[in-house]
């Protein structure tokens, strides 16, 4: 078996395959090949994701819930 990372689950997964023809007996290093596949690209995804600014109308929302967090509770206070 080719001893390089695959780039793409769909790699790892045909590695897979391939070492289960010629090696049927060690099944469990596919397994380790393919979520250290699945963990790269997550990681990639997540990373991207990350970096993204966050829009506008979230910030807006955000900043208007917590305006009516400290109002309810000098509410409350006052109906005790």
Do not use: C, W
């Not at 695959?6 to 897979?16: E, F, G, W």
């Not at 289960?20 to 393919?34: I, K, M, W």
């Amino acid at each position: 078996m080719d001893q390089h990372k695959p780039a793409t689950v769909v790699d790892a997964l045909a590695a897979r395959q391939e070492a289960g023809r010629n090696e049927s007996a060690q099944a469990p290093a596919g397994d380790d090949v393919v979520q250290q596949a699945i963990g790269s690209q997550l990681r990639a995804v997540y990373d991207e994701v990350v970096r993204l600014p966050v829009p506008d109308r979230f910030l807006s929302l955000l900043s208007s819930l917590d305006g009516r967090q400290t109002a309810p509770a000098a509410g409350k206070e006052q109906e005790s």
